[in-house]
């Protein structure tokens, strides 16, 4: 099992390993680990916490979720090739936490004979409701995102694509696309980009850092200082993962 390095906020309140409650804690729920890595078939363990001063009644499920090109995560209903969720079974479903409880739920995962190789994913979806019936309804929603290794071989193909200029809300950018045409999860950790012009310092910028899962495609995106203007070259470097090689790609563009 390995703690989460991502967040993922889902409808009113989905942020694995953190409080969903209010400022004074009066309804809350928290997980540990946020991120569960299994290996074949095989169980774990996660704690789930209630910090809060109410006692609430959990419902624990498995969902599909799905990530749009910047990173962002959002629940499926239907499940798609890479999705483990079919194949997890939960105990307990359901159970109360009286303030300051505690309870452990034992996850389960079955991978199917012929499963696909490499990663498949899905939530622990956990939502959380006071005991007590108020005027007002009030629910928490957090998730645990499960990762379950199919056996077979391991494929990593990690490229990068097309770089372009691009202005987000008065900020300028660089949006670099990143593709992952392998069958494990990618993380893409460290990412930096040098910016050169020919009568200038050289500027070095970072990506933020994101996972990027098997067979899809996201975006890195480079904040741009506002005096950078004029033909430039861009260098940009991936750093080495275990199992992946160091990355590299040289562009040339106009800003």
């Known amino acids: 099992m390995k703690r ?13 390993g953190a409080s969903a409650g209010g400022p004074r804690k009066a309804l809350g729920l928290t997980a540990t680990p946020a991120r569960v890595v299994l290996r074949g078939s095989g169980t774990a363990a996660v704690r789930i916490r209630n910090p809060g001063e109410q006692a609430v009644v959990v419902d624990a499920a498995s969902a599909g979720f799905a990530l749009d090109l ?10 798609g090739p890479r999705s483990a969720a079919g194949w997890l079974t939960l105990r307990p479903g359901r159970f109360t936490l009286p303030p300051h409880g505690a309870v452990t739920v034992v996850v389960t995962a079955k991978v199917p004979t012929h499963a696909e190789p490499g990663d498949h994913d899905a939530l622990v979806l956990l939502g959380a409701r006071p005991v007590t019936r ?5 629910q928490l929603r957090l998730g645990v995102v499960v990762l379950v290794r199919a056996p077979g071989a391991v494929v990593r193909r990690l490229r990068l694509g097309r770089l372009r200029a691009a202005r987000r809300g008065g900020v300028r950018a660089l949006e ?21 012009r020919p009568v200038a310092r050289a500027a070095r910028i970072s990506a933020g850092a994101r996972e990027l899962r098997p067979h899809s495609r996201g975006l890195l ?6 005096a950078v203007h004029g033909a430039v070259a861009v260098r940009v470097r991936v750093p080495a993962e275990p199992g992946r090689r160091v990355l590299r790609r040289t562009y040339r563009l106009r800003l």
Request: aromatic share 2%; hydrophobic share 45%; glycine share 4%.
């Open 4 to 16: 989460a390095l991502v967040c993922l906020p889902l409808a009113a309140a989905l942020v694995p």
């Open 70 to 79: 910047r990173g962002r995560p959002r629940i499926v209903k239907q499940h």
């Open 221 to 226: 995106e480079f904040r741009l200082r506002p």
């Open 134 to 138: 108020a005027r007002v309804s009030i």
């Open 176 to 196: 670099l696309v990143v593709i992952n045409s392998g069958n494990v999860t990618e993380r893409l950790r460290r990412v930096r980009a040098t910016v050169s």
